[in-house]
């Protein structure tokens, strides 16, 4: 191994250093890999471009909750313990969690390590980062997405004088205590914050259509059932079931049902532009506003991957399993169903993990 040393937390490298796989990604994704890498006896390391444990939760608002039970949450090999008091444990338990599983299984994480790209090297892969570079023989891209917000081109927001925010950047409702909050946004993250904003503040939750809630007794649990009856459907040419999205767009975790019952979660239907001071409705209905969250989703951070020249459609890569089409030294983990049923979840990721590290022990072997 060339000589290195540590500076300020980062890797400073003199030279190109070298594995068999390079993880990109600390979070739930590559450490799942990571387990399933070191069971096989492949060498690899994980590079993380966050400073500490714990991937996208830790950058999570306060009051965000797991959709499951803490023993239908957990990575593999390790179960998620029970958080006291809590049915549904909250962000911060799951990067204890993290930070718990990384170190119990020694996994080889150097952080912070930022990576900048990808490239094809003489029959390997390049990964370039700002603390020198890795030649591997494979990569697994487990960046996720919460680094990629998407916000929608809607007219007039430039000259919006209030706060404008995306989901990533909210942390808690005493921020805009005795405010106007124009919420949009139909999915989880928009429910859930405009249930966390409904009590102290003057709020509008606007949605593309009509809010969809899934059942009360649904959860994480159900859900990852579901998406698993799709992939088995999908896999034996049988009728496409529709998978999550058949049943519904929201969660009912407690505190949005609590706010939904109690008449506070009445969703309004998609303004055409914003104003100066506020948000206006194509009838010419106007709502004052002092801060817009645009609860509008994620795109797959996958910037670090251009150099391969991979995209395809939606700015997807293409894959079999988890593999690139493209480029077979590489797979992708936890960006959605397109890498594997509920992959984006702690418990889904199980399974899209252990095949993409099986197939590529099996390539590594041969």
């Not at 799709?230 to 049943?247: I, M």
């Not at 983990?333 to 099996?362: C, F, K, N, Q």
Request: hydrophobic letters at 40%; glycine letters at 12%.
């Amino acid at each position: 191994m060339l000589p290195a040393e540590r500076q300020r937390g980062a890797y400073l490298v003199t030279g190109d250093r070298h594995t068999e796989v390079v993880i990109v990604g600390g979070g739930q994704s590559g450490l799942a890999a990571g387990y399933h890498l070191r069971r096989l006896g492949v060498d690899f390391v994980i590079l993380d471009a966050q400073p500490t444990p714990g991937g996208a939760w830790q950058h999570a608002w306060d009051s965000l909750h797991l959709f499951s039970p803490a023993a239908y949450s957990s990575l593999p090999g390790r179960p998620m313990p029970m958080q006291a008091g809590q049915a549904y444990p909250d962000a911060r338990h799951v990067v204890g969690y993290l930070t718990d599983y990384e170190r119990r299984y020694e996994l080889p994480v150097h952080r912070p390590v930022r990576v900048l790209g990808v490239h094809r090297d003489d029959g390997r892969l390049r990964v370039e980062t700002d603390a020198g570079s890795w030649r591997a023989q494979a990569a697994i891209s487990a960046t996720g997405a919460w680094w990629r917000p998407f916000l929608p081109a809607v007219p007039g927001r430039e000259h919006f004088r209030g706060r404008q925010l995306h989901t990533v950047d909210y942390r808690n409702p005493a921020d805009f205590a005795g405010q106007r909050v124009v919420v949009v946004g139909g999915g989880n993250s928009g429910a859930q914050i405009a249930a966390d904003l409904a009590y102290d503040t003057d709020l509008t939750w606007v949605t593309q259509r009509p809010p969809r809630f899934l059942p009360d007794d649904i959860d994480g649990r159900a859900l990852f059932d579901v998406a698993t009856a799709r992939r088995r459907a999908l896999e034996e040419g049988r009728t496409d079931t529709g998978g999550v999205t058949s049943l519904g767009d929201i969660v009912a975790v407690p505190p949005v049902r609590k706010a939904r019952d109690a008449g506070l979660l009445k969703a309004s239907p998609m303004f055409v532009r914003l104003e100066r001071d506020g948000v206006v409705w194509a009838d010419g209905t106007r709502a004052p506003a002092d801060a817009v969250i645009w609860c509008t989703g994620f795109r797959p951070a996958l910037a670090h991957l251009a150099p391969l020249n991979l995209r395809g459609p939606r700015g997807h890569i293409p894959t079999d399993g988890t593999r690139a089409r493209g480029e077979r030294r590489l797979h992708l983990l936890g960006y959605g169903d397109w890498t594997g049923p509920a992959s984006a979840t702690l418990i889904g990721v199980g399974r899209p993990s252990r095949d993409a590290a099986g197939e590529i022990a099996h390539v590594l072997r041969s």
